[in-house]
């Protein structure tokens, strides 16, 4: 096979991964594989309490910044950074990580364009988890 041919058939495997591009393969794989015959998927709950609960986080951090708020902003980013790595989203891991370290040097200021980037970024990461998790 010619390496142009296994470079085509890897990219034509990752374009069948629906959450390629957003997640982490190696984190969704590791997750998947603390699965449990007879026990409830170990990735399954964790995108379940995700769902539920990051939503909320990214709008208090909207809320915060609009107020002002420093230490609330500090506190959801960092919730959402480690929830979002956890789970493979390492591009918007990153944004939060940036908006965290941002209020930590006094940088509020200059966030809004990177929480902006969260805000349009989330929907595509919650629905790549929802995909992984259909592929249970």
């Known amino acids: 096979m010619a390496v142009d041919d296994g470079i085509a058939a890897v990219n034509g495997s990752m374009a069948e991964m629906p959450e390629a591009g957003v997640l982490d393969a190696d984190v969704i794989a590791r997750l ?41 902003v500090e506190l959801n980013a960092h919730s959402l950074k480690s929830s979002s790595a956890a789970l493979g989203a390492m591009e918007f ?27 349009a970024q989330f929907p595509g990461v919650c629905a790549a988890l929802q995909r992984a998790r259909e592929h249970e």
């Open 32 to 72: 998947r594989a603390m699965r449990r015959e007879g026990k409830p998927s170990v990735l399954g709950r964790l995108i379940d309490v995700y769902m539920d609960t990051s939503p909320r986080l990214l709008q208090e951090l909207r809320s915060a910044l609009n107020a002002e708020d420093a230490a609330l």
């Open 93 to 119: 891991s990153g944004l939060c990580r940036e908006v965290e370290e941002g209020c930590r040097a006094g940088k509020m200021h200059g966030l809004d364009q990177t929480v902006h980037n969260m805000e």
